[in-house]
């Protein structure tokens, strides 16, 4: 994409009102735009950045057997009190609304109820088990403060998978899947390091659930973290009892403070029980269904990211979720566009993007000074600056935003980066 | 994918209160879930074919310089206040609902006011335009009727793109290439043949609109069409004046029923004045912002074409949007799926996977009837079948899901179709 053609620009400020890093740095940056406190718009480059995070996670969730589907954001309340969710002092977090003829409705902020209710239609025997279901659907939560930037907003995209299984054991192996899925998830979009399989509570059904906290000042977390054995314990399960059935000694753990990036919990039969939701095993017997739910919320995981990997020029994306994988900027000569920088710039952009590579083109007629600015703010991995001295050398200048590293190259080694 | 995974399962009926043919068929098949009235979640099918008609959307907007954001539902009411649109009696459809501190909100039923609020941020100097920005967004309209299936919905995905430009003449300009876009967009969903850009009145600033109206005995509208010319006027404009304008005779006019598949709109400086949302020109004056909107919505399409290609046995999809490419069948010998079909078909759908071509496979162990009256009604637009006799033949036996036709073809004609 050509930069004179991104119509966002970057800003000096942000809004007053805004104290959390993550969207201070996402709008100056011009990734997303603040509709009100907990509600932001996506701008090409934010949504570029989602939709390469949610690639990666349809991708782990197809692995695993996930079927895609989406739900929708108007629930009835019907299901909703079967299960006594629709209660306002159960559930603290509903927007709702009516119809016209006064029907009471919600905006949903999880699926259990309807997706249980509808695997009533198509769930029958035990040979349609098991089955796991995801979406990546824009959930609604009312939340009273929302000071966390685009970490804890009223509208987000959220990836849930809701399995279906129909015993405990291909529950657990299930379960196991998933939370290795997750692991890979965190992995590719660049918080393997510190994000750390977290021990909560589990519920009824299973003593245990878990968080997938990635460790940040800016989190509302506190977890207690092993650093040798890479797991950790929140608040809730931070007890004698939970160490030492984990082989956890107290010593060893140090507090911190985290975000809850993704978390995953056995439902067991809470939900088919309320709903009735059986299968006819292999000897006509009527057994209730096992569920569980794994839940990534997606805005969280990219204001998490602008949290841990930016600096005081900007963001610093890592190259799995980045917009663009090079910032190439053209330093114009006085012929402006037209002179001999301008066309070979515009020739690399497109030999570049002829190769399939991504790359966010700094045709702007501005100062270099400017342009620099602008790309440590908006933080791809690579710049690569064309200017008469360079062409003049025959090379390109390459800065890596991460590391500071500037090198000389060749143009085509751009082409097998 | 394998149908043995695809938790989906078709049905004999519709639900009873369900009295639209499209969203019976959908049901029925199983690519939607009737949520409650003029609420529809997207089964497995369905999302793939609302995927197929995004890409083809997303390909055309791209075409006409059209940069991608993502707008928010929740709405803050002052923008709406500022257009004088708030007021429930000036729009009857708004969902409304409210923060934990009473602040009064509002579901985006259309996006003109967040985004021209937006581009003050970012429209300064003539530089900066001409900008054409597109969503592909989930809207809320509080229909007090709901009862065309998913051609008149509550919440349903919409594209829509808004035009700024500098001056009469560039708008204008883009506004044709909209059309053209549109134009093009029908024609590749299917509906070219019978889908008629009508005129419509225009508001204040242009005399006429443009509707891209689409005959179906099922539509809400009447449209009077000129054949000939491949061009109709709405009841709005269906006057002499209007018809000599254009030059139409009314003696050549048929009146038709139609749905109203997408709209054009010249919005001239109605939001730019509300907002004052000016540029400076290369004189440095100060002058309003030219807008146009255009939009469609993407369930409305796909119940459309569920409306206009279908038959008594179900659904007939356009290749372009089809969910599958191929149907292919495998009909079971007696050893089930060990046995020597179930081997061939698995190799066989393995082969067509491998090659890039989006296959069906019906690997039940089900009943041949059963098996074939679900590929009628699933409408995929060919039917592969593979069986003890196909085998003994050396051949395929597919079925043109449109016309009927059988032929007898060998395995890898198919991976050239």
């Not at 129909?166 to 390091?193: C, M, T």
Request: proline share 3%; charged share 30%.
């Amino acid at each position: 994409m050509k930069q004179s053609q991104l119509f966002t620009k970057t800003r000096k400020d942000a809004p007053k009102d805004e104290v959390a890093k993550n969207a201070q740095l996402l709008i100056r940056a011009g990734y997303i735009h603040k509709e009100m406190a907990g509600v932001y718009a996506l701008m090409p480059l934010g949504l570029r950045v989602m939709n390469k995070i949610a690639t990666i996670i349809r991708e782990e969730m197809d692995s695993i057997g996930g079927k895609e589907l989406q739900m929708t954001a108007l629930q009835d309340k019907k299901p909703w009190e079967v299960s006594g969710r629709w209660n306002d002092e159960i559930v603290d977090n509903w927007f709702k609304t009516a119809l016209k003829n006064g029907t009471d409705i919600g905006l949903g902020f999880t699926h259990e109820e309807p997706l249980t209710n509808l695997m009533k239609e198509y769930i029958r025997s035990f040979r349609d088990l098991p089955v796991y279901i995801y979406q990546l659907q824009t959930k609604f939560r009312n939340e009273a403060r929302a000071k966390s930037g685009v970490m804890r907003t009223r509208e987000f995209l959220m990836k849930d998978l809701y399995s279906f299984t129909k015993d405990v054991a291909s529950h657990e192996a299930f379960y196991e899947k998933a939370k290795q899925a997750y692991v890979n998830i965190f992995e590719r979009v660049g918080l393997g390091d510190r994000t750390y399989i977290t021990f909560a509570s589990g519920g009824s059904f299973s003593k245990y659930s878990h968080e997938f906290q990635t460790v940040t000042d800016a989190g509302e977390d506190n977890i207690y973290v092993d650093e040798k054995k890479k797991i950790a314990v929140n608040e809730e399960v931070n007890n004698p009892e939970v160490l030492k059935e984990l082989g956890i000694k107290k010593e060893d753990l140090v507090q911190k403070k985290a975000v809850e990036v993704g978390n995953i919990f056995s439902l067991g039969t809470r939900y088919s029980d309320a709903f009735d939701l059986k299968y006819i095993d292999s000897e006509g017997k009527a057994l209730p269904v096992i569920m569980g739910s794994y839940g990534i919320g997606l805005q969280r995981l990219m204001g998490t990211i602008a949290e841990v990997m930016s600096d005081e020029n900007g963001l610093v994306w890592p190259k799995n979720i980045s917009p663009f994988q090079i910032h190439l900027i053209a330093l114009l000569d006085k012929e402006g566009k037209e002179g001999k920088v301008g066309v070979a710039g515009e020739k690399l952009y497109k030999t570049l993007t002829e190769k399939g590579i991504e790359v966010l083109y700094d045709d702007r007629d501005v100062r270099p000074g400017e342009k620099f600015a602008d790309s440590d703010l908006i933080g791809i991995p690579l710049r690569v600056v064309i200017s008469e001295k360079t062409m003049a050398e025959g090379i390109v200048e390459t800065k890596d935003r991460k590391t500071g590293e500037v090198r000389k190259i060749a143009e085509k080694e751009l082409f097998v980066l």
